[in-house]
């Protein structure tokens, strides 16, 4: 997928992020901070969407040195992103989790990561998806796929609903739930 820029990264995760990575990047946003799951998993969802290294750092270090001060995020977390990015360490190119990975995680007390439909309580959820502009009919849809844990279709008939279009093949990767929300877009 093509490279975004930086300037566009808000509207993006309005428009087209899943809610796993909105629930991320608006936790980051809010609270400056995120823990390491969180981190991999955003970050890495991030590279694959098309962030270069260079945008990501600036990305990463305008958040995190708010809270931690820039001289820690230097020190403390720079690294990682560009070791995400095969820059450092063993310059393995790590590549985006896939839903699978995503919902058999298990985030603890104070995590962002993992998939909202597994691990947000019923009404966290519902309160999330209206945010994002699911409405009460197709809530009720989602619901219903959530109770019989069929997390990743509750995430299919989501899209389907805010792009008011078919997702014939399903979701099965947060970044394929981008790259399908931009063919549409555009
Ligand atoms: Fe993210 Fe996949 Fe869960 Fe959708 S089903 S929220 S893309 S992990």
């Known amino acids: 997928y093509g490279e975004i820029s930086l300037k566009d990264i808000d509207q993006l995760a309005k428009s087209s992020f899943p809610l796993c990575m909105r629930h991320l990047y608006e936790k980051l946003r ?10 991999m998993q ?13 945008d990501s750092l600036a990305f990463w270090r305008e958040e995190f040195s708010k809270k931690v001060g ?3 995020f230097e020190k403390n977390y720079a690294y990682n992103i560009r070791h995400n990015y095969g820059k450092e360490g063993k310059k ?4 985006p989790y896939s839903c699978q990975k995503i919902i058999l995680s298990t985030p603890g007390v104070g995590d962002h990561h993992g998939c909202p439909y597994r691990h947000f309580g019923e009404e966290n959820l519902r309160a999330a998806l209206s945010r994002m502009g699911v409405n009460s009919r197709a809530m009720e849809d989602v619901m219903g796929k959530v109770r019989n844990r069929d997390y990743q279709l509750a995430c299919t008939l989501t899209f389907e609903a805010l792009h008011a279009a078919p997702c014939d093949a399903g979701i099965n990767h947060p970044n394929q739930y981008f790259s399908d929300s931009q063919k549409l877009l555009k």
């Open 30 to 39: 809010e609270d400056h901070h995120l823990k390491h799951a969180g981190r």
């Open 42 to 54: 955003l970050g890495l969802f991030l590279k694959g969407v098309g962030l270069n290294v260079d």
């Open 70 to 72: 820039l001289e820690k």
């Open 92 to 95: 393995t190119d790590y590549t």
